[in-house]
């Protein structure tokens, strides 16, 4: 029903910004909960930000604990698009970075498998 594809990925030095895109195509989804995930080698696959959207609405944002202040989430309606900006980044901020969305209005408690849409992923390594 819905397809996400993530961009904007790269080799980047520490204290350096960047920003993802997630285009999505396919059916609207007018309530839902839009989220990034990151996984590094050798780690499980994390929750980073997230955003709940109740009648093409914001109703809530969150963010893990590792990103607090760093990192802010957004969605450009018009274009269909969902970002990621980051900054200040840090080398443990490398990771493949997924788009991914989940059929509610609230963050699923239940962690990543608790999302319905994933996106192919794209690569963010920050190194000097």
């Known amino acids: 029903q819905v397809l996400l594809v993530e961009s904007g990925g790269g080799s980047v030095q520490p204290g350096d910004s960047l920003k993802l895109s997630c285009v999505a195509s396919?059916?609207?989804?007018?309530?839902?909960?839009m989220a990034w995930f990151r996984q590094a080698p050798g780690k499980e696959r994390e929750f980073v930000a997230g955003?709940?959207?109740?009648?093409?609405?914001?109703?809530?944002?969150e963010y893990s604990d590792s990103v607090k202040g760093r990192f802010s989430i957004y969605r450009e309606n018009l274009k269909r698009t969902l970002y990621l900006q980051m900054n200040s980044l840090k080398p443990e901020d490398s990771a493949n970075y997924y788009c991914?969305?989940?059929?509610?209005?609230?963050?699923?408690?239940?962690?990543?498998?608790?999302?319905?849409?994933w996106g192919q992923g794209t690569q963010v390594t920050v190194s000097s």
């Open positions: 955003h709940s959207w109740v009648r093409s609405r914001v109703y809530s944002a």
């Open positions: 991914a969305a989940a059929l509610q209005g609230g963050k699923p408690s239940i962690g990543s498998r608790g999302y319905d849409y």
């Open positions: 396919g059916r609207t989804l007018n309530t839902s909960y």
